[in-house]
């Protein structure tokens, strides 16, 4: 198995009342990648990160093998989620991958 961490800060101009819908899309879209994406076992998103955190939301996933990294970041159901429900909302994004 690999796990796929990846973490974002809202960009500035995400006003604080737009933030809960916005963590709500991202977390049903990206959790509805499941049995889509081949390879994609788990999906979980963290939208209530403790004050110490140095950023606003984050995804972990977990993948069958780590050649199912590159097929989940080019898949179009990801690519399609991604560039409509986060990427024009994020920024500062942070990736870990790791077996």
């Avoid at 990846?6 to 809960?20: D, R, S, Y």
């Avoid at 916005?22 to 049903?28: D, G, P, R, S």
């Avoid at 049995?35 to 993948?63: N, W």
């Avoid at 780590?66 to 429900?85: C, G, L, M, N, Q």
Wanted: aromatic share 8%.
């Amino acid at each position: 198995m690999v796990h796929h961490i990846v973490m974002w800060k809202f960009k500035p101009e995400i006003a604080e009342e737009q933030k809960p819908e916005l963590k709500k899309a991202m977390a049903e879209n990206l959790k509805n990648l499941v049995g889509k994406v081949p390879g994609l076992c788990t999906v979980e998103f963290i939208d209530q990160p403790i004050p110490s955190s140095t950023h606003d939301v984050a995804l972990v996933t977990t993948l069958e093998k780590e050649e199912d990294i590159s097929i989940y970041a080019t898949h179009p159901d990801h690519v399609k989620v991604a560039d409509t429900y986060v990427r024009p909302y994020v920024t500062e994004r942070a990736c870990l991958d790791y077996k």
